[in-house]
């Protein structure tokens, strides 16, 4: 297994079905980044770009993928940030630490989308508390 040490955006409408070693493919369209493991494994690893997901920045001809790759489902467990198109490999996390950063993910994905929601005026939250205790 070659580490890869880089990756180079390449801008798809699809993403295609096999993968190059050090091409990070981005559909804008379908909002969605894939790239081959850059530990080597060869395994196929899907960002969504979206929000409470992950986020493209591009400078130039490179591209900055935040939060990190964390591949905790594959047997590798590749942990790694892409910034400016260079792999920055990061710690492997332990099973506990996995599952904090998924429940972290998943709360701050809640947080995003309860934001986007309008909130409830005064009279509707204390109608919908009534209807709970007299069961309307």
Same mark, same amino acid.
């Given at each position: 297994?070659?580490?890869?040490?880089?990756?180079?955006?390449?801008?798809? @409408?699809?993403?295609?079905?096999?993968? @190059?070693a050090?091409?990070?493919?981005?559909?804008?369209?379908?909002?969605t $980044?894939?790239?081959?493991?850059?530990?080597?494994?060869? *395994?196929k690893?899907?960002?969504?770009?979206k929000? /409470?997901? !992950?986020?493209?920045?591009?400078?130039?001809n490179?591209?900055?993928? =935040?939060p990190?790759? /964390?591949?905790w489902?594959? $047997?590798?467990?590749? =942990?790694?940030?892409i910034?400016?198109g260079?792999?920055? !490999?990061?710690?492997?996390?332990?099973?506990?630490e996995?599952?904090?950063?998924?429940?972290?993910?998943?709360?701050?994905? @809640? $947080?995003?989308? *309860?934001a986007?929601?309008?909130?409830? /005026?005064?009279?509707?939250?204390?109608? =919908? !508390?009534?209807?709970?205790?007299?069961?309307?």
């Amino acid at each position: 297994m070659r580490r890869i040490e880089s990756l180079r955006p390449q801008f798809v @409408e699809f993403i295609p079905t096999a993968l @190059e070693a050090g091409v990070l493919y981005i559909s804008r369209k379908y909002k969605t $980044a894939s790239h081959l493991c850059c530990c080597g494994c060869g *395994n196929k690893v899907v960002t969504p770009l979206k929000p /409470g997901g !992950w986020q493209l920045t591009t400078q130039g001809n490179t591209v900055t993928l =935040h939060p990190s790759v /964390g591949s905790w489902s594959l $047997a590798c467990q590749s =942990h790694y940030l892409i910034r400016s198109g260079r792999i920055e !490999w990061a710690s492997k996390f332990s099973k506990t630490e996995i599952e904090l950063n998924r429940l972290r993910d998943q709360r701050e994905r @809640e $947080a995003h989308f *309860n934001a986007q929601r309008p909130r409830e /005026g005064f009279g509707r939250r204390a109608l =919908h !508390w009534l209807s709970k205790i007299f069961g309307g």
